[in-house]
């Protein structure tokens, strides 16, 4: 495509975001960070150096404690230092050099990914954000299990007061457009607790999905459970995997012609059964879409499915297996049809009745001896 030239005809006043920021710092953040980091570069220029919490917060019409997430949000990330009095009472914001915090050493925080809270000791404690402590949720399994628990009052306090979590839910909150109900916390209190993800991961894989066009939480536990049995816990290995998996998502819309929209959740299932069930590579699975087109003129994952369990029953991994069954079918076939050929022949509507059975010396002797 050609390239598009920017420019304007009035002359209002802008503000410099720095291009370290919009490179490897906006794609990760949730929106609402995003604005409130803008809205801070801009105080800087006009404002006199000078704002506060419940401004930027009236500006956005959010509350102060969304401000807070998002300062301590950038804080983590490196994009910003919060400044507090001997009572913890926030008195600055330090906007960082973003260039010389990526370029300080292989000891800081990558510039790409905001650094992880630190773990909490097994079996001890966890500190919320105002330093009172509750007990953590104790996790008797380390294996999710297929029953999910109810988590109770306490346990569901102390997740809320956990800054991991409650940032986590206040970040799924913005992208679902809707306040989380208990079933819906319950499912991202699973992920953290008992899956093992980390928050980041958490954020992740609501963001991919949401991306993906699917918003359903339960759409959303679905991969969870499926990143869970692959050994993912880890974005750089979630994204491995979404390469992976992307590759022969796309390559099944492209053999069945499907273009302009995403593949819809019943799809995603049967993809996710030839993948993750059967273990099909990409090629047996195109071979599979290509013959229903030829069959039904039409893209249906139900004829597909047919065929490739059908494969999977005859133990079918490769496109020689393939080959190797359709001559066997063929060659049955064809013995099937020459047998129906010769039965065919031999009961035809010259000899399709039962014969009469007499012998013909006995009837001449009765027709001589018998008098008229």
Request: aromatic letters at 10%; charged letters at 20%; one cysteine or more.
């Amino acid at each position: 495509m050609a390239t598009i030239e920017l420019r304007t005809n009035h002359s209002c006043t802008y503000v410099g975001v720095p291009n370290i920021f919009i490179d490897n710092y906006m794609a990760d953040a949730n929106g609402e960070f995003v604005k409130v980091y803008l809205y801070l570069l801009r105080c800087m220029n006009t404002n006199g150096n000078s704002v506060s919490i419940s401004a930027i917060a009236d500006h956005f019409n959010n509350t102060e404690k969304d401000v807070m997430r998002a300062l301590k949000y950038w804080e983590k990330a490196g994009v910003l230092s919060l400044e507090s009095d001997s009572s913890n009472r926030l008195t600055g914001v330090c906007l960082n050099d973003l260039n010389a915090y990526a370029a300080s050493g292989p000891d800081a925080v990558p510039a790409q990914t905001p650094a992880k809270a630190p773990a909490a000791p097994d079996k001890t404690i966890l500190a919320a954000a105002d330093n009172t402590v509750y007990a953590k949720p104790s996790t008797a399994k380390t294996k999710p299990e297929g029953k999910r628990r109810e988590y109770s009052l306490d346990e569901v306090k102390a997740f809320c007061n956990n800054h991991e979590v409650s940032e986590l839910l206040f970040i799924i909150e913005t992208y679902l457009k809707h306040p989380l109900n208990s079933a819906e916390m319950n499912t991202i209190f699973f992920w953290y607790d008992t899956l093992h993800f980390s928050g980041e991961l958490i954020e992740y894989l609501v963001e991919y999905c949401i991306t993906n066009g699917h918003s359903s939480l339960r759409y959303m536990d679905k991969v969870a459970l499926g990143w869970s049995d692959n050994g993912i816990h880890t974005i750089d290995k979630a994204k491995e995997h979404i390469s992976i998996h992307s590759k022969t998502y796309f390559s099944i819309m492209k053999a069945f012609g499907i273009s302009g929209r995403n593949l819809a959740d019943s799809e995603m299932t049967f993809v996710h059964k030839w993948t993750k069930e059967y273990h099909f590579d990409t090629e047996l699975i195109q071979e599979a879409c290509k013959r229903t087109i030829s069959a039904t003129q039409k893209p249906s994952f139900e004829y597909a499915d047919s065929i490739l369990t059908n494969w999977h029953n005859n133990k079918v991994h490769t496109l020689n297996d393939v080959t190797a069954l359709d001559e066997n079918y063929n060659k049955t076939k064809r013995s099937t049809a020459g047998t129906s050929s010769s039965a065919a022949a031999k009961k035809n509507k010259f000899n399709n009745f039962n014969q009469r059975a007499y012998d013909p010396d006995a009837l001449e002797k009765v027709l001589l001896t018998t008098s008229v």
